[in-house]
């Protein structure tokens, strides 16, 4: 496999990353330049129809419009396909764009996906209420872990197997390469939402053909950009962009090149924000199992998928930034959340992943409220069950400290 300059795959993704970096500096500077233009020239009106035929591109340097491709996208977008061990990425408006982008690409009218039943709530709305009525693209969610049933859903109209590598919010991690396996039997695709393990997991290593992120949560880490990318080979990324048929061509959820700028910034500290998280994470997760919580974390040895997780991951990265509990009830969950930010100051009662300070939610009344009551429970996600994504800020003894306050608060709920 090789990256956009058709260099040998390092092991490391940060490694990667950095090598892809250097490339850039066609002004000479150590960061990237913004290209603000949405229109580009041409030096011969015959180069027009190349452009328009996608003959030339921006490999070949050309650009067109910015709808299109744009330079300072297009690099965030190299180091995107460095990180996750892709020949070709491209970057969209929102994690939501690029896998609908994706989605509408891989499937036409007719053809059938078979997906996970835990995924995060806009994912699962647009395959089960969505794809079906404006695009007759049918899904039926199987339970990922349970590779029999992921077999027998296929059909000979199955064009995607599509998961998260650990999935929103129960934490279940895939076992990718059974599940590449099983799509290629079928002459499908497996497309995978990374977004919550980027760096901690490279599923293009283990067989996934499409990778997909919201750059929204880990990726920028600073909740104040909302972007996505599709890393893949380079004729998924071109066919997304065909002048007739391509979904983010004609659909248009371009990423504006001062967010490409932002998010390629934040990208050289990734890895050490997610080992951050990760070593957080794990902390409060022991912290709350030895107190006799029901606690979700891959890296516990109590984790169902402990072990499959460990074999999936680069090594030096941890575990990953989100835990979950399970309450029991939604009152316990209220008032464990609510005593930590309201009073502990611990972490903020919030959607969304990847942030510097803790994020905490119950998933059944936000994040996965599009899941109806038979969803919810066929995917184990119960109204007690908080998710919290682990900030890296304050002392650890102190943070600890409030976290088992709040715990017991939790439990003053009858
Ligand atoms: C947030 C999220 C998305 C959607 O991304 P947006 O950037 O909000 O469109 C998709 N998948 C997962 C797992 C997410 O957490």
């Known amino acids: ?20 970096r250097h490339e850039f500096g066609e002004h000479g500077g150590v960061n990237l330049s913004i290209e603000t233009s949405a229109t580009f020239t041409v030096m011969e009106a015959g180069k027009m129809p190349a452009l328009f035929e996608g003959r030339e591109g921006p490999k070949g340097g050309c650009f067109l419009y910015g709808r299109h491709f744009n330079p300072t996208v297009m690099v965030l977008a ?17 994690g939501m764009a690029a896998i609908s982008g994706a989605l509408l690409h891989a499937c036409d009218s007719g053809d059938h996906v078979v997906a996970g039943q835990a995924l995060y709530g806009g994912t699962w709305a647009l395959l089960h209420d969505f794809l079906p009525r404006k695009a007759n693209v049918h899904t039926t969610f199987v339970d990922l872990s349970d590779l029999k049933a992921v077999r027998a859903a296929f059909k000979k109209e199955t064009r995607v197997l599509y998961c998260e590598t650990v999935s929103n919010p129960t934490l279940r991690v895939a076992d990718l390469p059974a599940l590449a396996a099983i799509a290629h039997e079928h002459g499908a695709r497996l497309i995978v939402d990374n977004t919550f393990s980027p760096v901690t997991v490279t599923p293009a290593l283990h067989g996934a053909d499409v990778v997909i992120h919201s750059l929204t949560k880990f990726i920028n880490g600073a909740s104040d950009i909302v972007a996505g990318c599709v890393c893949a080979e380079g004729e998924f990324i071109d066919g997304m962009y065909d002048l007739h048929t391509g979904s983010l061509m004609l659909l248009g959820p371009a990423m504006d090149p001062r967010a490409a700028y932002e998010v390629a910034t934040r990208l050289p500290n990734l890895g050490l924000r997610m080992s951050a998280h990760a070593e957080r994470a794990l902390a409060y997760a022991q912290a709350l199992e030895a107190l006799g919580a029901k606690v979700v974390y891959p890296g516990l040895p109590s984790h169902p998928d402990h072990a499959l997780f460990r074999r999936l991951a680069n090594p030096g990265y941890g575990a990953g930034g989100l835990l979950s509990v399970d309450f029991g009830s939604a009152e316990r969950a209220n008032r464990f959340m609510e005593h930590l930010q309201n ?32 969803a919810l429970r066929a995917a ?35």
């Open 1 to 20: 496999m090789s990256d956009f300059s058709g260099r040998t795959v390092v092991a490391d993704p940060m490694a990667r990353v950095a090598r892809s």
């Open 343 to 374: 009073t502990e100051d611990f972490g903020y009662m919030a959607v969304s992943l990847g942030f510097s300070d803790t994020l905490m939610s119950a998933s059944a009344s936000s994040t996965s409220s599009e899941l109806d009551e038979g």
């Open 78 to 94: 190299r180091h995107l396909a460095a990180l996750e061990a892709t020949p070709h990425a491209y970057c969209t408006a929102s």
């Open 380 to 414: 184990g996600i119960s109204p007690g069950w908080v998710r919290l994504s682990a900030g890296y800020t304050g002392r650890l003894e102190d943070r600890l400290a409030q976290l088992e306050r709040g715990y017991r608060k939790a439990l003053e709920v009858s």
